[in-house]
């Protein structure tokens, strides 16, 4: 069985301005896992052609989505390929306060674990490859010039 990445606990489902279209992952992970298959938001398809459509996850607040350009995400990827995400702010990614650094700033908690992993993507959001050390529902604090957003990302125990 594959799972899916983007789940969510205790946050609302579908942020606002988020289509309600989504495919759910499994029950056994433990988290109500969303990835968004339709277009992607008119603020997050810069660079994109056409009816821009790639699997991607909203933050709860629904002010950066990361777009998943390996789906499903995995924990081991066996062909050779990374977990890539392109991550786009809604809000602007520059900060009115000098003291907040640029980079995007990820703290990710092991669903159920006391598991705490940090990640960081030089420059604020944009593309990444985030790996994570398990397989399973990863809560994500994520912090970028000034902002603030969850979301959770599920890494299946490996790939083909």
Request: with cysteine; charged share 15%.
């Amino acid at each position: 069985m594959v799972l899916l990445a983007g789940c969510t606990t205790g946050q609302s489902a579908t942020p606002a301005g988020a289509p309600a279209t989504t495919a759910p992952a499994s029950a056994a992970t433990g988290c109500s896992s969303r990835v968004e298959t339709g277009s992607l938001p008119d603020w997050a398809d810069a660079g994109f052609s056409g009816d821009a459509r790639a699997p991607h996850v909203f933050g709860a607040k629904g002010d950066i989505v990361a777009v998943l350009f390996a789906h499903p995400l995995a924990q081991v990827r066996q062909d050779g390929s990374s977990n890539k995400i392109l991550w786009v702010s809604r809000a602007a990614t520059t900060s009115p306060d000098t003291t907040s650094p640029d980079t995007l700033a990820i703290t990710a908690t092991l669903d159920g674990t006391d598991t705490r992993v940090t990640r960081e993507v030089a420059g604020g959001p944009g593309p990444s490859i985030i790996d994570m050390p398990r397989a399973g529902c990863w809560h994500l604090e994520l912090r970028w010039s000034g902002h603030t957003d969850t979301m959770d990302l599920v890494y299946a125990d490996r790939l083909p």
